[in-house]
């Protein structure tokens, strides 16, 4: 969704408030692509401060499909992005990519949601998701999800360094 920004721009101090669609159904990134699978509208607040700068503030709430990073079940993750930015709309379009290092969000007079929230979501990305913290993941022998099902695997509970070492005390006895 885009939003016009020209009428906020006419006075300094003038303030637009607004509910915001995200149109993006899937989240691409360098990782894959994570379907969203639950989102809110975006509460923005725009606020010319004067001298030509906005001042976007605002909520979202969304829930993401992501892997498991142990058993790769999909986590429906939460995620609750706070926004605050600062735009001078005094620079052009090259300066502010320069200037802020992100995803140009600001196309002529028009704020674009979608990319806004884009690059709030890749900067909240999670490090690591698990299905529940003590997600016992993937048996190493058979591939099975060691929470849904139990297997005669030895080496499962085994620290796969320790793996390794009995790997070659097996090979030996081959020998
Ligand atoms: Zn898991
Ligand atoms: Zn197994």
């Given at each position: ?52 700068i906005?001042q ?27 926004i ?10 090259e300066d502010?990519?320069k200037?802020?290092?992100?995803h140009?969000y ?10 806004l929230?884009?690059?709030?979501i ?29 297997c ?11 793996a ?12």
């Amino acid at each position: 969704m885009l939003i016009n920004l020209t009428e906020v721009l006419t006075r300094d101090g003038k303030i637009m408030e607004m509910d915001a669609c995200l149109e993006m159904e899937v989240f691409q990134s360098k990782l894959g692509s994570f379907p969203i699978c639950r989102k809110e509208p975006v509460h923005l607040k725009i606020t010319n401060t004067g001298n030509r700068i906005l001042q976007v503030k605002g909520k979202a709430e969304l829930e993401i499909v992501v892997p498991c990073d142990r058993c790769l079940d999909d986590v429906h993750y939460k995620m609750a992005l706070e926004i605050e930015k600062e735009i001078d709309m005094k620079q052009s379009g090259e300066d502010r990519i320069k200037a802020l290092d992100e995803h140009c969000y600001i196309d002529g007079y028009n704020l674009d949601v979608d990319k806004l929230l884009y690059g709030e979501i890749l900067v909240n990305w999670p490090l690591r998701v698990l299905c529940k913290e003590d997600c016992k993941g993937i048996c190493n022998v058979c591939g099975i999800n060691l929470n849904h099902e139990t297997c005669e695997c030895e080496s499962t509970d085994l620290d796969p360094r320790m793996a390794k070492i009995r790997d070659i005390f097996s090979k030996f006895k081959e020998v």
